[in-house]
Every structure is written in structure tokens, then in C-alpha cells.
């Protein structure tokens, strides 16, 4: 499976962003999906993740209510609705695929490239 995650930008607290990630391969819809991040100087943390149907889903803690993870089989990609934007949520945010889900944070199988979002206070 290969990934590639699209849609970040500069963007002001209290606003929103929608990350993209596009998926190759026809095995798609059997993957978990989810979504890490790495601020400067941090290692890199899980965010979000969801299941193949896209009927489970499991989040940090601390992005609980701010962020949905969503998926679209037909069309191989999985999104990121960010809101709220805080400056503590500047980082590089990945997408990743695994073979299994389960509800804590996501072992993945698969990176893409990461895509920067920048929060300004």
C-alpha cells in the first residue's frame, strides 16, 4: 500500500483544516487507516484511527472532539477533519495503514509522507 497525504497549511487557532490521504492498491478497504503526528523536538504520537468499514474509530485523548477520522472506500482515501485548531497541534501529521484495528493507538504496516500544518496563535 502506498499513501500519500495532502492538505496541510498555515492556518490560525480556532480554525480548521481537512487532511487527505490517497491510498494505491485494490486492497484498500482491508486496511486500517489512521493518522500520527511529530511536532518539533517530539517523537511522533498517534492521533487517530479507523477501521476498514469505517464503522470503529479510536482517538488520542487529546484530540477527542476536535478531530474525525473518515474514510471512503470506493474512492481509496481517508481524511482528517481538524477543528478547533490550537498552535500545540503544529506538527507533521502522518497517514498510516495496518493490517488489523483494534481500539488503542495504531501499530501500522504502511507510512505515507507526512504533510505540515501550522497553527498560529
Known amino acids: 500500500v502506498q499513501l500519500q497525504a495532502s492538505g496541510g497549511g498555515l492556518v490560525q487557532a480556532g480554525g480548521s483544516l481537512r487532511l487527505s490521504c490517497a491510498a494505491s492498491g485494490r486492497t484498500f478497504s482491508s486496511y486500517a487507516m489512521g493518522w500520527f503526528r511529530q511536532a518539533p523536538g517530539k517523537e511522533r504520537e498517534f492521533v487517530a484511527a479507523?477501521?476498514?468499514?469505517?464503522?470503529?474509530?479510536f482517538y488520542a485523548d487529546s484530540v477527542k472532539g476536535r478531530f474525525t477520522i473518515s474514510r471512503d472506500n470506493a474512492k481509496n482515501t481517508v481524511h482528517l477533519q481538524i477543528d478547533s485548531l490550537k498552535p500545540e497541534d503544529t506538527a507533521v501529521y502522518y497517514c498510516?495503514?495496518?493490517?488489523?484495528?483494534?481500539?488503542?493507538?495504531?501499530?501500522?504496516?504502511?507510512w505515507g509522507q507526512g504533510t505540515q500544518v501550522t497553527v498560529s496563535s
Open positions: 498510516a495503514a495496518a493490517r488489523y484495528y483494534s481500539n488503542k493507538p495504531m501499530s501500522p504496516n504502511y
Open positions: 479507523i477501521n476498514w468499514s469505517g464503522g470503529s474509530t
